[in-house]
């Protein structure tokens, strides 16, 4: 690249390395130039990940956000910036998607209420759900998972340990841990009776 090249902002056009030195000591404009140079792709990624203009705008927005707070975790030699940046992205528009399917579950959980369940014990049982639903998001995302194949998909512990690679003693240990802080929970809310 020819030093005398001039970015956009009319500024000299400086390499990665330049870039990435002042980044990571906290040159805010060292971050609008990684933004202005890598946003598009970052915003390409996020659009094909979520399905949608203003989502994938929030997801770069979120990128840039964690790449400067987590601006001394680059490593150069583990990939390029724009691989880095990417894979913040990747990680940005999964949880996006994750808080999707969880709003989807509440909203599916409430519409399983049939107008006959409207009195005293249908409203116990769309908080027990919720309760559950709720508790669900707390839980560490390995153990989350395992309780989701167990209940959800009605896998059973081979199975589950097939889809997620873990060996089967752990997924045993959570479900048995997360079934038990279930429970604590349900209690404390007064949910079982």
């Known amino acids: ?16 390395d330049d870039i990435l030195g002042r980044f990571r000591a906290g040159d805010e404009h060292a971050l609008r130039l990684l933004y202005d140079r890598y ?18 705008e929030d997801v770069v927005q979120a990128t840039f956000v964690a790449a400067w707070q987590s ?22 528009a999964a949880d996006l998607m994750r808080s999707r399917v969880r709003q989807n579950r509440v909203a599916e959980t409430l519409r399983q209420v049939t107008p006959e ?18 508790e669900l998001t707390t839980l560490e995302p390995d153990q989350r998972r395992v309780l989701e194949l167990a209940f959800y998909d009605d896998l059973t512990h081979t199975q589950i340990a097939a889809v997620t690679g ?22 404390v809310d007064g949910a079982t009776s």
């Not at 690249?1 to 990665?16: K, Y």
């Not at 915003?43 to 094909?48: D, N």
């Not at 601006?71 to 940005?92: C, E, H, N, T, V």
């Not at 369940?117 to 709720?134: E, F």
């Open 39 to 56: 946003s598009r792709a970052v915003l390409h990624l996020a659009y094909a990940s979520v399905g949608n203009r203003a989502d994938a």
């Open 117 to 134: 369940d409207a009195g005293d014990r249908g409203a116990d049982a769309v908080i027990d759900r919720l309760v559950v639903v709720d």
């Open 1 to 16: 690249m020819d030093a005398n090249t001039v970015s956009a902002l009319g500024r000299p056009d400086t390499g990665d």
């Open 166 to 187: 873990l060996a089967l003693g752990t997924v045993k240990s959570h479900l048995r841990r997360g079934m038990a802080r279930l429970r604590k929970r349900w209690e």
């Open 71 to 92: 601006r001394d975790g680059y490593q150069p030699d583990r990939g390029s910036l724009l691989g880095w940046l990417l894979g913040i992205a990747r990680r940005k």
